[in-house]
């Protein structure tokens, strides 16, 4: 593992924004060894997102389940060029960041709304996709989840290489903190686009440890319902009513 001697800097930039939320209801027990969270985050166990059309309240909504791979663009755009409802439901431990933040974008541009229902979970680039929604909803019982972002895949490795020294080792850290510092720009960037106050970086996700192992994986923050407000992640009072629609859309040409 990387000491945690190295500068705070570097570790700050260890993360893209994995954004999360919300409060767990009584039947979510909290996780004695991160309160914040529901003990069991209920999240897809797909290895990639699948993208299914369900009936509910008499309106077609999309629901986005499983990992955010590196493939899930093209099914993505597929799903929405046959979906003619305007709600996305999302369950998802996270995945590719890169990738959250491109989803995303295409969610705004097809002018849709996002939501995670009552007993979901949507971690990490998750909730970069969530994001995108042109109105946002956490239900009660919900849970939206921030992570530190780790470019670093090989925590033992890379200790091993820092602690011989050497202009290799320094190559090495200057490499690791470029890379963070790039994808820290593009969280930003992203932010401001959506919407959301950048705040929400400083003063949570900046803050968390961003490097793990097997043993002491990168842990989750999950947001209150006072946060989720505080930051503008849902930017709308309440869960929709059963009739709620988004503003009218028509479908960017790459959906057409």
């Not at 039947?27 to 309160?35: H, L, M, S």
């Amino acid at each position: 593992m990387i000491r945690q001697g190295l500068p705070r800097r570097f570790a700050a930039c260890f993360a893209t924004i994995a954004v999360l939320s919300g409060t767990a209801t009584p039947a979510q027990p909290r996780d004695p060894d991160n309160p914040t969270c529901p003990q069991s985050p209920n999240w897809s166990t797909n290895a990639e997102m699948r993208f299914t059309v369900r009936e509910a309240n008499g309106e077609s909504v999309l629901l986005g389940e499983g990992v955010i791979d590196d493939n899930l663009i093209p099914r993505l755009t597929e799903a929405l060029r046959g979906f003619r409802g305007e709600e996305v439901r999302l369950r998802s431990p996270g995945g590719n960041p890169q990738i959250g933040n491109q989803a995303g974008v295409l969610l705004r541009a097809a002018m849709l709304r996002t939501r995670v229902p009552a007993g979901w979970a949507c971690a990490g680039s998750c909730a970069f996709m969530f994001l995108g929604g042109i109105e946002r909803y956490v239900d009660d019982g919900g849970t939206l989840a921030v992570r530190m972002f780790t470019n670093v895949t090989d925590t033992a490795a890379v200790g091993r290489q820092i602690a011989e020294g050497g202009a290799r080792a320094q190559a090495l850290i200057d490499g690791i903190a470029l890379e963070a510092a790039r994808e820290a720009a593009q969280d930003n960037d992203y932010l401001i686009r959506m919407g959301v106050s950048r705040n929400l970086l400083f003063d949570i996700v900046y803050r968390m440890r961003g490097i793990g192992d097997a043993e002491h994986p990168v842990p989750l923050r999950c947001l209150t319902a006072e946060e989720l407000r505080r930051y503008n992640v849902v930017n709308t009072a309440g869960a929709p009513p059963p009739s709620a629609r988004a503003p009218s859309r028509s479908l960017p040409p790459e959906l057409n």
